[in-house]
């Protein structure tokens, strides 16, 4: 569940005795109270209102035992809030507590709050707070990855005590989404990390031996008389930029652009809401993490960050990734309609896309067109969270079309075991009116428990199958994978955990041709101090245009948070690789390679963060290579290097410096790479009252090898270190949250 390893999952009102994993959860009665907690009264020793709950156990890492520091929490409402205080005890030099930016908070103590509305054990709400107050919410849903884009309004204090620290939330109504009747029945839990000896403890009991932690929260009853009422919001943004670049014609060009626009939001029914945006903010000022993308076979994955469309993105998630939001690359209008009544949830979302009219030369049909796309997503929910699914795509551009349509269905067989399927079909037909249609199906079979977990799937997908607006990175292939995994739990304060694991798959294309097989085994250690050791290893054979490369590789990796103000990671892998791109005139090679990460993060005070990451890549040539491949030499290095400062004023203020440093070093006889250095610096100062409420100052500037030859045709010309200044922009940005 939550954060590094599963940090949040439950937490009810326990038993002096020992818990049983098969036992039916409590239930709490939550009372109403007349005025709304507060933080300093609790501080100064005053009783908090509320049902009090007590016999947190862990979860993590002795699954039962008591939690290690005494926690109290206490739960109540109004007309208005649900409110939920923690008295948690502990030594104050020892409690991990940063004054950071919102939803920062992956490295410090934390309590939670887990909410299921519904009272279906399938999709919660997740309000956790650190000691400081700083929020980070999020959306768990059965079946799928936990949501942490998004976002809600609500209320949260913390301070720091003499033995310990008190947290106080306080969560409006008209920020979830529940059933209007008049007496509500919730699905409850509270919870507790302890950073520092990697435990996490919950009321009520939630276990491991059960992989649905919606399944084991307590139901909470007493609710009555409150509704989501009437929840209307618009979210009004301007931004300013003022751009400069050097273009290919060795001149800079100086540019200003405005840019106005409003997202808007209803609640219908207290169950269906609807977004509309008008001239969308759909840029972001947080910068894409770095990752190696030269010498790749497939697409590198880039997460979605705008926010119009990682909001309720959990709506349209499949089994398959067949919307991918990052298609849509320039909106300029949007809709998006999300719901759930009556056993059933909904989405769809329509959009247009300024950019592929763009990229069109001018003079062809399609130059300045736009195209279209929709997505369509139903589900009906059944018992044991099994549910029966249905998912419709399309994008038109011009005369061309992809159209998607799909089923698919998760059973949950019993406390462990759940079976997953999908089928999806495909048409599509290009700008040449050449029609083509596929298909493509998986299914998949899971275990997930306390000790040992399995996955097992089967995939086929035809060679005409295309999902424009997904991420589908290969089609004509019939894959098997299988994963297996199982841990031991010694009963020791220093060893926590050992696991070992064997992953092993096979891919054939249509024809019925090998294409690769993999076998993966493993092995980890886990410390206190969320501190965990491992080793990998790989044997592969891998078919490329026409060749089969048989190779092996190894890895290590260590992370550790062991000391309060620094942590530390590393993985290095080495063996050999494939150059996927060679120069003119060479084929696809086998080579020696070498795969680097390390980060370091310092906290030197409350407020101030410093974060350094490297990443290196090298592929060489073998002492002894066949084809005519020269022996000894290096076919590329690539280096990245990102310094990163944060100081955090207040929990609005705050200011960020990113320095980004870059270098592709080819052998360009031997790699179809371009040589390449830059340095990028990125400074922004942020107010953030909200997640929607915010006012963004920053400023860019890039440089690049490159250099300005009047005489040379073109004039750019590649070469020498990243002095050359090809971009600097400064951009102001502001909106603001209007809810009625």
Not at 685 to 701: M, S
Request: aromatic letters at 12%; hydrophobic letters at 40%.
């Amino acid at each position: 569940m939550l954060l590094p390893r599963s940090l949040l999952a439950a937490a009810t009102l326990v038993l002096a005795s020992a818990p049983s994993a098969s036992a039916d959860p409590p239930t709490l009665q939550i009372p109403r109270v007349p005025r709304a907690p507060v933080l300093e009264e609790i501080v100064a020793g005053a009783r908090p209102p509320g049902v009090e709950v007590t016999g947190f156990r862990q979860r993590e890492p002795g699954d039962g035992a008591a939690i290690s520091r005494p926690t109290t929490a206490y739960l109540s409402y109004d007309d208005e809030r649900l409110y939920a205080v923690f008295v948690c005890q502990d030594d104050p030099g020892l409690v991990r507590a940063n004054l950071t930016r919102r939803e920062a908070i992956q490295q410090d103590d934390f309590v939670g709050l887990l909410l299921d509305p519904y009272h279906d054990g399938r999709r919660f709400y997740m309000f956790i707070v650190n000691p400081l107050g700083i929020q980070l919410d999020g959306i768990s849903v059965e079946g799928q990855s936990d949501d942490y884009t998004f976002d809600t309004l609500w209320h949260s204090e913390g301070r720091l005590t003499a033995d310990g620290y008190v947290v106080l939330l306080a969560i409006p109504f008209r920020s979830l989404r529940f059933a209007n009747t008049p007496a509500q029945t919730w699905g409850v839990a509270v919870g507790r990390a302890i950073i520092r000896l990697n435990e996490t403890s919950f009321w009520p009991y939630v276990t491991r031996r059960i992989s649905s932690v919606g399944r084991q929260m307590a139901r909470l009853d007493g609710i009555e008389g409150v509704s989501p009422g009437r929840n209307l919001q618009a979210i009004p943004y301007g931004s300013f930029a003022r751009a400069r670049e050097l273009g290919d014609d060795g001149l800079r060009v100086a540019d200003s652009a405005w840019r106005f626009g409003v997202d808007a939001k209803a609640v219908i029914k207290d169950a269906v809401t609807v977004d509309l945006t008008v001239n969308p903010d759909f840029s972001h000022v947080e910068s894409d993490e770095p990752q190696v993308t030269v010498n790749q076979r497939f697409e590198v994955f880039f997460p979605e960050k705008r926010p119009f469309f990682i909001e309720n993105a959990n709506y349209f998630q499949t089994p398959q990734q067949l919307f991918f939001s990052r298609r849509l690359a320039d909106p300029d209008i949007g809709a998006r309609v999300t719901g759930r009544t009556r056993g059933w949830s909904f989405g769809g979302i329509v959009a247009d896309d300024r950019r592929p009219g763009e990229a069109v030369p001018p003079g062809d049909s399609g130059h300045g067109d736009r195209a279209f796309a929709a997505v369509a997503r139903v589900q009906r929910e059944f018992a044991r969270q099994s549910s029966l699914g249905a998912i419709v795509t399309e994008r038109e551009f011009g005369p061309g079309f992809n159209r998607v349509f799909g089923v698919d269905g998760r059973w949950r067989v019993d406390d462990n075991w759940a079976l997953t399927g999908q089928w999806v079909g495909s048409d599509t037909r290009g700008a040449g009116a050449r029609r083509t249609t596929g298909s493509s199906a998986v299914v998949r079979v899971s275990r997930e428990g306390r000790a040992f977990d399995y996955s097992g799937e089967v995939l086929a997908r035809s060679p005409g199958f295309q999902a424009d607006l997904g991420f589908i990175r290969r089609v004509d292939m019939i894959e098997m994978e299988h994963e297996a995994g199982y841990a031991w739990f010694p009963k020791s304060r220093r060893l926590l955990r050992v696991g070992v694991d064997v992953e092993a798959g096979a891919l054939w294309d249509y024809g019925g041709h090998l294409q690769e097989w993999v076998v993966e085994p493993g092995a980890e250690i886990e410390l206190p101090g969320q501190t965990e050791v491992g080793v990998r290893h790989w044997r592969n054979l891998e078919r490329y245009e026409g060749t089969d490369f048989r190779f092996h590789t190894s890895a290590a990796y260590a992370s550790t948070s062991w000391l309060k103000w620094l942590s530390l990671d590393a993985f290095y892998r080495w063996g050999r690789g494939i150059n996927f791109e060679p120069a003119d005139g060479l084929a696809p090679f086998l080579g020696a390679r070498r795969d680097l990460e390390g980060g370091v993060t310092l906290r030197l005070a409350s407020q101030l963060r410093l974060d350094q990451r490297y990443i290196y890549a090298r592929l060489a040539t073998e002492d002894v290579e066949p084809n005519g491949v020269p022996a000894g030499r290096t076919v590329f290095d690539n280096h990245i290097l990102r310094s990163k400062a944060t100081y955090q004023f207040t929990r609005e203020w705050s200011v960020r410096f990113i320095a980004d440093y870059e270098a592709v070093l080819p052998d360009e006889s031997l790699v179809a790479v371009e040589r390449a250095k830059r340095l990028n610096f990125d400074v922004l100062v942020t107010y953030q009252a909200n997640p929607w409420t915010a006012v963004y100052v920053g400023y860019t500037d890039a440089y690049a090898g490159l250099r300005v030859d009047p005489l040379s045709r073109p004039p750019v010309v590649r070469g020498g270190g990243p002095t050359t200044s090809v971009g600097r922009q400064v951009f102001v940005k502001v909106s603001y949250l209007l809810r009625y």
